[in-house]
Structure formats: structure tokens, C-alpha cells
């Protein structure tokens, strides 16, 4: 990603990837990338192969239950019994007053986003990708919403605190919009769709992000994926000892080249995500203080 930012998109009044601190996108580019990638009805979320069967990477919403699910599109995990963690970009964009977990809608009492995260300047969205993409790595794109009661009907997710995900399987869960890895993230997919899962190795990571490349066929895992349109905040999952800890953030995409012609989700492209352990101390203090 270097930087093309939300995983939310255009749709529902939220400007899309491309937004640097914010996530918020072009809506020129937006209508640049819908007109060409395939038409799809579908509601499905994430990218996948094309050679794999959808229904292969569809899951319940039992099966993560600290799943959070923000107002339109946009996710966040439920990290401790009155805490949830999510991107900043998928919170500024529009009031956040309440969330969804397990089913249930959870009023919020309060936001608080990171103060390194910011919006990319405007003339930063058209041209070429790269001061863009220096811009969008530079933020913390990340924030904390504070419910204004204690969930006790589900269990928190860990954090984790370590320093080896490179070269580790992750796997992610959201609910955005869907494609495959030969044509793209469909045309008009909606971004907020059935929930899916798929996974991916960790092949870098930095002071603040962790890279993952959507691999063709020939190297790709069995479920094989990547972030969408829809799917900012999205849980990126390490396995430690069988227990799914929280390792990162979905946030945002990486182009090369002019903006306008920028089509997402192709085999070979890389998307960044928040690396939590970097922002675990940060969290930390919010709660506690809290």
C-alpha cells in the first residue's frame, strides 16, 4: 500500500483508501477504479482467488464475536470488556455513536484517535502515488473507542506484544467489499458485505506497519486474500499457542505510478496494516487511565 488508505470506500459518503491520515479517498479516483473492475452483485468481503470457491472463505459472525462493526462500513476489535480498538481513518470520517458485537448494538461514550494521525493534504491525492504514499506511512492511523458499558458477553482479543510477524501467517476478517486477485475488487461491491476470512504471510514489518503481499496461485496459501474497500479496522490475527492474538489493523493500500489509473486488489500488490505492538503502550495508557 504505500499509501492508498481506507479500507473503506467511496460509498456511503466515506472517501475511500486513498486518504492519507484519514482515510479518506479521491472520489475522481473512486470513479476511476469502479469503472474498471468487473460489475458484481455479490455482498461478499475480502479478495480472494480466483481459483479457490467463494463460499470457502465465508465464516460466521459466531466465529469472531469481538468483531466490531462501525456505522456503514469499517471494523473493530473488542480488546478489553469496555475498549475497542479500530483505524482512525474509519472513525473521522462520520459521528461514531454506536457499535455492533455478537449482534448487539453498543453505545459509544467516547472516541479517542491517536494525535500522529492525520488527513493527507489535498494536492497529495492526484498525480503521482509516491509523495502520497511517504505521507500516509508517516501517520498513526489508529484510535480507541471507549463504550459506555462493560461487554460481558464476549471475550477480548490479546494484543500482541511481540516483534516476530514477519514470515507468519496472519489471518484476516472483515466484512468489506470482495473481488479476485485477476480482475480486482468488483464494481460497485458493497462495503458492507457477508463476513469472510482469509490469510497471508507477514513478509515485513516496520515501526509502524506490517506488510502483506495478495500472492498469485503458484505461491498463494489455501486461503489465500486481501483487504478491501470496507474493511479499515479489520482484525489482522497472529496464531500464539492456538490462541488468535491482534497484531494488526487493516489501514491501507500501496500504488505506484499515476493515482488515476490505480486498480486495487490485484495478485502481487501489497496492503499495510497498523502494527499493533508498536501502539501497544499507547493502549495501554488510554485504558488504564480510563
Known sequence: MSALRSMSGSQNG???????????????????????????????SIVIRHDVADAKYRISN?????????????????ISNQWVVTAA????????HEVTINGIPRTVAKVIVHPGYKPAPKELKRGDAAPLMMFMASVDDIALIKLD???????????????????????MIGSGATGNGLVGQ?????????????????????DRWLGLRFDSPSDALGLEGMPA???????ILLNVDGVGQLAGLASRKYARGELS???????????????????ADW???????N
Open 14 to 44: 466515506h472517501p475511500g483508501w486513498f486518504s492519507a491520515g484519514r482515510g479518506a479517498s479521491l472520489k475522481t479516483l473512486s470513479c476511476v477504479i469502479g469503472s474498471i473492475l468487473l460489475a458484481s452483485s455479490v455482498s461478499y
Open 62 to 78: 459466531t466465529d469472531f464475536p469481538a468483531l466490531a462493526l462501525l456505522p456503514l462500513e469499517g471494523h473493530g476489535i473488542l
Open 89 to 96: 481513518h474509519a472513525v473521522e470520517w462520520r459521528p461514531v
Open 149 to 171: 458499558r462493560s461487554v460481558d458477553d464476549v471475550s477480548p482479543v490479546q494484543l500482541y506484544r511481540g516483534a516476530g510477524e514477519v514470515g507468519q501467517t496472519a489471518e
Open 186 to 206: 468488483y464494481r460497485n461491491s458493497p462495503h458492507r458485505g457477508e463476513l469472510r476470512h482469509a490469510y497471508s504471510r507477514v513478509i515485513r514489518a516496520d
Open 229 to 235: 474497500d470496507g474493511d479499515s479496522g479489520a482484525p
Open 261 to 279: 489509473r490505480f486498480r486495487c486488489c490485484l495478485y502481487g500488490q501489497i496492503t499495510y496494516q497498523v502494527r499493533i505492538s508498536r501502539y
Open 283 to 289: 493502549i495501554d495508557g488510554i485504558v488504564g487511565k
